[in-house]
C-alpha cells in the first residue's frame, strides 16, 4: 500500500473556481501535513504546514486535516491561471524530518 | 525573502564520473537535507543533516553517496561513481532551529543531473 496518495490529474477548472485537492495516507504516525506547489522545473514551494485535525486558513488557501479518516485537503478559492502547477501534499511522523510525498496533482486555471 | 540556492542548474556527466551538488542553505537554517525527484515520479528522500553528521539517511543513499558541509555556507551531496538511474532533480532543502526538526522545509530549485 502506498504511503501517501493523491490523484495525478489533471484537474483543469476556470479562473475564479474553488479548487479542492485532497491527499489520503495509511501511515497513522504521521503527524505534521504539509503542501507544496510545485511549478515546472522548479523546486517544491512550501504552502501550508498544519499539525493538528482541523482547519487552517492563508489568504485564499485553506488545508483541512481529517486524522481519523488520514485525509488532508487544500481549498482554493478564487483561482487564479498562475496557480497553474502541481501541487504536492507531504508528511511526516514526529521523529525527524524525513517528509513523505504524495505523487502530486497537476492544477490547470483557465483564463 | 531568503532561500536555498542550488548550482549548477544543470550537471551532464557521464556514468562511472564522480559529481559534486552545491547548496547554499537558508543563513540561519540548522537542519539539512537532500531529497531527488526522477522524471515522473514522486519526490524520494536521501539524507538529513544536522551538526555536522548525518541523522537519518534513506535506502537510495548507499556508499555511492556522500554529503558534507565544507564551510559554514555550503552544503554538498557527491556521488561517487554515477549510474544511469542516478539521473533525477535533486532538491536540496533546510528547515530552521525552532520545533526540533519539526520545521517545515524550504526546498531550493534543484540541480538537473542528466548521466549519459
Known amino acids: 500500500q502506498k504511503e501517501v496518495e493523491q490523484d495525478p490529474g489533471p484537474l483543469s477548472v476556470p479562473e475564479g473556481a474553488i479548487v479542492s485537492l485532497n491527499c489520503t495516507y495509511s501511515?497513522?504516525?504521521?503527524?505534521?501535513f504539509m503542501w507544496y506547489r510545485q511549478y515546472s522545473r522548479k523546486g517544491p514551494e512550501l504552502l501550508m504546514y498544519?499539525?493538528?485535525?482541523g482547519n487552517k486558513e492563508d489568504g485564499r488557501f485553506t488545508a483541512q486535516v481529517d486524522k481519523s479518516s488520514k485525509y488532508i485537503s487544500l481549498f482554493i478559492r478564487d483561482s487564479q491561471p498562475s496557480d497553474s502547477a502541481t501541487y504536492l501534499c507531504?508528511?511526516?511522523?514526529?521523529?525527524?524530518?524525513?517528509?513523505?510525498f504524495g505523487g502530486g496533482t497537476r492544477l490547470m486555471v483557465k483564463p | 525573502e531568503p532561500e536555498v540556492t542550488q548550482t549548477p542548474s544543470h550537471q551532464v556527466t557521464q556514468m562511472g564520473q564522480e559529481v559534486i551538488l552545491r547548496c547554499v542553505p537558508i543563513?540561519?537554517?540548522?537542519?539539512f537535507y537532500w531529497y531527488r525527484q526522477i522524471l515522473g515520479q514522486k519526490v524520494e528522500f536521501l539524507v538529513s543533516?544536522?551538526?555536522?553528521?548525518?541523522?537519518?539517511k534513506s535506502e537510495i543513499f548507499d556508499d555511492q553517496f556522500s554529503v558534507e558541509r565544507p564551510d559554514g555556507s555550503n552544503f554538498t551531496l557527491k556521488i561517487r561513481s554515477t549510474k544511469l538511474e542516478d539521473s533525477a532533480m535533486y532538491f536540496c532543502?533546510?528547515?530552521?532551529?525552532?520545533?526540533?526538526?519539526?520545521?517545515?522545509?524550504?526546498f531550493g530549485n534543484g540541480t538537473r543531473l542528466t548521466v549519459t
Open positions: 543563513s540561519n537554517h540548522l537542519y
Open positions: 498544519t499539525y493538528s485535525s
Open positions: 507531504a508528511t511526516n511522523v514526529n521523529a525527524g524530518n524525513m517528509l513523505t
Open positions: 543533516f544536522y551538526n555536522n553528521e548525518i541523522s537519518e
Open positions: 501511515n497513522s504516525a504521521f503527524q505534521y
Open positions: 532543502a533546510s528547515s530552521p532551529p525552532q520545533g526540533g526538526g519539526n520545521s517545515p522545509l524550504h
